[in-house]
Each structure stands twice: as C-alpha cells, then as structure tokens.
C-alpha cells in the first residue's frame, strides 16, 4: 500500500525540527569554543591564543560543510530527499555525542585536539547536508506563490537551536561554580542532543518523498552525478548564492560567538548576564523571520533581503560605541539589532536559494551555495573579528561586518528575482 502523503503541518515540523536539532548540536559547540574548547583541549598558555585556537577549530566545521554539500547532495538528487536527511541528521548527532564524552588535553595530550578536530569535522559534514534538503523538503511541497512562507519553517530552526543551547549553557553557568562547568558542567548540552537526535529521526522517518523530485526520478531527468552539471552550467548561481548568504553569517557568529567571547573577557561582563542578554535577542530573529519570509512572498526576495543588507552596513559602525557603552541596555540594543538583521536576511534564503537551481540539482546547488557562504561569512568571523580587535579595537570589527553586508547586498542586486508574483 502506498503510504499516506504527510500532512503539512507534518512537513512543516519536520524541515523546522532537523534544523533546530543540528543547528543546537552546531551552537553548543560556538559557545563551548567561546566560554570553555580552549581552557579543556589546549595546552595552558595565554588566553587568547587558547581563544584563538578555540575558533579555529570552530572554524573547521565550516571548511567541512561544503563537503557535507556535495556528498549528501549527491545522494539527495539521486536517490530522494528524505533518506538522505536521515543520513544527515545522524552524523551530526554521532559527532555531537562523542565530542561531549572526548577526554581533554590533561587527560590525552595532543590526541585530544586531534580528536576534537576530527569530530568537528564530522558535525560540519553533516549539517553541510541538513539546511538543503530541509529547505527542499518545505519548499518543494509549497505553493508557487507560498515558497517563501514554506521555506521560513527550516529558517527558524536556528533559532530555536540557538535557544535551547544559549537556555542550556545559562542554567549550567547559574547552578555550576566555575570549575564544574569547566571540569563536566560543558559536556552535558552534548550528551543530551541524543535524544534530541531520536526525535528528530522518527520524525523524518513518517515522511514520504517530496512532489518535484518523485516527478524527477519518475521521468528519468536525474544525472548519475549531479555534481558536474552543476558546476558546468550553474557555477555563477553557486558563487552569487554564497556571497548573499554571507551576511546572515557574519552578523550571527559576530553576535553570539565573537561578542560573548569578547563582552565576557575583556568587557568583564558575567556569563550569566551575557548570556540572558543573548536570550533576549534570539528571540528577535525567530520574531523578524516569519515576517521577512511572508513579506518576500508579497514583494519579491531581492527587495526585503537588499534593504536587509543596507541596515546591516550602517549596525556595522555602531557595534563599537554600542559595545563599548558600558550600558549592559545598550550591548543588549546591539545583540538584538545584528540577529534581527540575521533573521531578516536569512528567512527568504530557505525559498531563494532552492528557486535557483532546477530540481535535478536543487539538493547540491542550494546546499552547496548556503555552506560556502558559511566558509565566507562565518569560519573566520569570530578569529578575524578577535585578530581586528586585538590589533585596531571594535571600530574595525564593526567595519568588517559592514564590509560583508555590502558585498552581500551586491550579490543579491546581481541574484534573479523568483518569487512567483513579486507585488501581487
């Protein structure tokens, strides 16, 4: 018997869930390599090189992503959607788990950041994966003129991913003392994405295949390797999609990986306080995304994501005075302003990025776009943002993230418009 078409609140929860899942495994690790990665798995030495080597291999994951792009898009414009977010999901949770049981450098010397790395590594392969085929999966069901709306569902998952990791690491800093947190206390968010993981897999085990690609394999226009034709004839969509996706990266990791790291230390803010400061603001991205995805269907994706950017440019130069202010109302002011800004931008990617490619490559082209912004936008912020900051202060930071929105909103001047009736 075939099996029952899922409904589409089922759809909907099920793009939304994988995302918020691995994008939680994804951002305990950033606020690991901010708060504790480089205290536990490096050498004692000066705190900010321990801080540095922390965001490089926060980095990493990024560098892998693209790969995790090609491999599980390779199998998504294969063989379907829906086994290969399974895959994806859990690779993830498997990295996530065995980075919260890895012992630290006291414990194994220089095989415990070895280690560390490759598991990075591994979470980065994974969520390289997940983003495209949940989009696809929200997507490809939608209506033509709803696409943007479908595809805000994925878009708030890392929102929701981000809450739960920022709740997570605040109750730990509230009921552990220092040296628990740093001893055991920060392994704890790690083991718990097990069961996160087992949810979001028998979620995506009720699904069937998406319309457009059953259509696909049923008429025989999928490629054996979809790598090639993509770069051959959609190259130019790949790097135009990249670029646009860079500053929903940079204004994120800027915000929640470099400023806590920063307010933390330097500006001798508590973690407690920074961390309910970023509570606050997460909540204004989950707010800001539907309504950027629904004004995107109604307008078009190039006119809610270039005035997006703009805004973006000038947060850039108020991050130092802002940061600097010594009003804890004012840092929080800037905290909720850059992840508005990164909602704003980021809601209509999940529909403006699939709309690029046909279906026979959509898994790959998206993925493989939205993860390459990531490497541009993201790997680097927070050790650039630190490298500018140490050598010049704040106002260079602030101008590197404005810097990364123009060359973003340039994209997406050069970008095609497709929301199905722009105005309408």
């Known amino acids: 018997m075939k099996p029952a078409a899922p409904s589409t609140a089922h759809i909907a929860f099920a793009s939304f869930i994988g995302t918020a899942i691995e994008f939680y495994d994804f951002y305990i690790y950033a606020m690991a390599a901010a708060l504790v990665i480089?205290?536990?798995?490096?050498?004692?030495?000066?705190?900010?090189?321990q801080a540095?080597?922390?965001?490089?291999?926060?980095?990493?994951?990024?560098?892998?992503?693209?790969?995790?792009?090609?491999?599980?898009?390779?199998f998504g414009d294969r063989i379907g959607r829906k086994a290969t977010l399974a895959a994806s999901l859990l690779v993830m949770g498997v990295s996530t788990l065995l980075i919260g049981l890895l012992p630290g450098y006291d414990s194994w010397g220089v095989w415990a950041p070895i280690a560390l790395c490759v598991l990075r590594f591994g979470q980065g392969l994974g969520l390289g994966g997940e983003w495209g085929g949940a989009a696809l999966l929200?997507?490809?069901?939608?209506?033509?003129?709803?696409?943007?709306?479908?595809?805000?569902?994925?878009?708030?998952?890392?929102?929701?991913?981000?809450?739960?990791?920022?709740?997570?690491?605040?109750?730990?800093?509230?009921?552990?003392?220092?040296?628990?947190?740093?001893?055991?206390?920060?392994?704890?968010p790690f083991l718990a994405s097990a069961l996160l993981v087992m949810v979001g897999l028998y979620v995506r085990f009720q699904l069937t295949e998406t319309p457009a690609f059953a259509a696909a394999l049923a008429s025989k226009q999928t490629h054996r390797a979809p790598l090639w034709p993509l770069l051959q004839q959609h190259w130019r969509r790949i790097l135009l999609g990249a670029l646009a996706m860079g500053v929903c990266y940079n204004l994120f990791y800027t915000a929640t990986v470099f400023c806590l790291s920063y307010g933390t230390s330097s500006l001798q803010i508590p973690r407690t306080d920074f961390l309910w400061m970023l509570t606050v603001a997460v909540l204004c991205m989950a707010l800001v995304t539907p309504l950027s995805a629904g004004?995107?269907?109604?307008?078009?994706?190039?006119?809610?994501?270039?005035?997006?950017?703009?805004?973006?440019?000038?947060?850039?130069?108020?991050?130092?005075?802002?940061?600097?202010?010594?009003?804890?109302?004012?840092?929080?002011?800037?905290?909720?302003?850059?992840?508005?800004?990164?909602?704003?931008?980021?809601?209509?990617?999940?529909?403006?990025?699939?709309?690029?490619?046909?279906?026979?490559?959509?898994?790959?082209?998206a993925g493989l776009a939205y993860n390459l912004g990531g490497i541009l936008g993201a790997s680097i912020a927070p050790f650039v943002s630190q490298l500018l900051a140490n050598y010049g202060g704040l106002a260079l930071v602030g101008a590197y993230m404005s810097v990364m929105a123009a060359i973003s909103g340039l994209a997406v001047y050069a970008m095609q418009e497709t929301a199905a009736a722009p105005g309408g």
């Open 138 to 188: 929200a997507t490809e069901h939608a209506p033509a003129d709803k696409r943007g709306w479908f595809g805000m569902f994925p878009q708030l998952g890392p929102s929701v991913g981000f809450l739960l990791a920022t709740l997570s690491f605040l109750a730990l800093a509230s009921l552990l003392s220092a040296a628990e947190f740093k001893q055991w206390g920060w392994r704890l």
């Open 38 to 49: 480089g205290q536990v798995f490096f050498p004692q030495s000066d705190p900010t090189a």
């Open 52 to 74: 540095l080597n922390a965001f490089l291999t926060f980095g990493l994951a990024f560098i892998a992503r693209p790969l995790g792009a090609i491999l599980f898009g390779h």
């Open 295 to 365: 004004l995107s269907d109604r307008f078009g994706r190039r006119p809610v994501l270039m005035l997006s950017c703009a805004a973006a440019v000038l947060l850039g130069f108020a991050l130092e005075p802002l940061m600097t202010s010594g009003s804890p109302a004012l840092v929080l002011l800037f905290l909720s302003l850059a992840l508005l800004l990164m909602g704003a931008t980021f809601a209509p990617m999940g529909a403006y990025l699939p709309e690029q490619f046909p279906v026979a490559v959509r898994y790959s082209g």
